[in-house]
């Protein structure tokens, strides 16, 4: 049991770390076109976008949970990013909203699997038109 906390408050520092960074990039990105800030923010906010793609593949879920997972976080990060760096404070909804998909995912990637149950779940997806 413990062990299973251990995955999960490691792979919680990668979606922050991941979220940091599609924050941070995106940001970057948003200042150049919309604020007129240098080019050179432009090329570190790709390259820091990049970083946020590779994040993801340390994650020990399936890539589906995965980004099901993120978009919880990225929710939450982002309007504490807002926050601090735009000075545009989340209202009362804002935090209740963000509470809620973050405590969502968390339970999400807390559950403890039935291995065998998730391969045979993937291996049933994959042999439908999706895949």
Excluded at 93 to 98: A, K
Excluded at 100 to 114: E, L
Aim: include cysteine; proline fraction near 3%; charge should be neutral.
């Amino acid at each position: 049991m413990l062990s299973n906390w251990i995955r999960v408050i490691a792979d919680i520092g990668l979606f922050v770390g991941a979220g940091l960074c599609e924050i941070g990039g995106g940001w970057l990105v948003w200042k150049v076109r919309k604020d007129g800030w240098h080019w050179v923010f432009f090329i570190v906010g790709s390259l820091v976008l990049v970083l946020y793609g590779i994040i993801p593949t340390f994650q020990s879920q399936p890539f589906g949970r995965t980004y099901a997972v993120y978009g919880g976080f990225f929710i939450g990060l982002s309007l504490f990013w807002g926050w601090v760096f735009d000075s545009q404070r989340p209202d009362k909804w804002d935090f209740i909203c963000s509470a809620i998909a973050v405590s969502a995912c968390i339970v999400m990637i807390s559950v403890p699997r039935n291995r065998e149950a998730v391969i045979a779940a993937e291996l049933c997806y994959c042999t439908s038109a999706f895949c």
